[in-house]
């Protein structure tokens, strides 16, 4: 299935399950090998109640943006304010349309958006086992290439710091 032409813009209410449900089959494709039974089996239960407390929660400065091919829910990212600073909170692109780009346009928005508001850095955690998120995806590449550096953390995760400069967002 070719997309012909995504589409990328805010998330409304009625985006709600289908984020859901692509957060889990995500979470689940990418992490069920890094994880035992019991917590492969809470991922669709935990994403749920992520994003349920995430909608009832206090306002706070962020993006939710989707990316559609025709009716169809391609991906998503969420960026909000955090105590630490601005934080890329969650990535993701169904399975059928990874490789095309998306997930590259999500992060351009989301940094065009944190641009105009005067950000000057972004923070992503991710799993040491998600080898696709800190190697394989071409924003991740530019952002290495561009100087970018990692930041420690306690295991399992390490952080991401993307800072902006004169030519992008950087690692």
């Known amino acids: ?7 990328v813009r805010r998330a409304s209410d009625d985006d709600h ?9 995500s979470q689940l494709a990418t992490y ?22 995430w909608r009832s929660a206090p306002a706070r400065e962020g993006l939710l943006l989707v990316a559609s ?4 829910l391609a991906g998503f990212a969420l960026c909000e304010s955090t105590t630490h600073g601005m934080m890329l909170r969650s990535l993701h692109v169904d399975d059928v349309f990874r490789g095309r780009g998306i997930g590259s346009v999500l992060l351009e928005e989301i940094s065009n958006w944190c641009s105009k508001r005067g950000v000057l850095g972004l923070v992503l955690h991710v799993v040491r086992g998600n080898i696709a998120a800190r190697c394989a995806s071409p924003a991740a590449h530019q952002a290495q290439r561009r100087g970018g550096r990692t930041l420690t953390a306690p295991p399992p995760s390490l952080a991401l710091a993307l800072t902006r400069s004169a030519v992008g967002w950087h690692w």
Request: proline letters at 5%; a negative charge; aromatic letters at 8%.
């Open 32 to 53: 069920g090998g890094l994880l035992d039974d019991d917590a492969r089996r809470r991922i669709p239960v935990s994403v749920r109640e992520f994003w349920t407390y």
């Open 69 to 72: 091919c025709g009716e169809t």
């Open 17 to 25: 399950e289908l984020i859901i449900e692509l957060h889990a089959r």
């Open 1 to 7: 299935m070719q997309p012909t032409s995504i589409v």
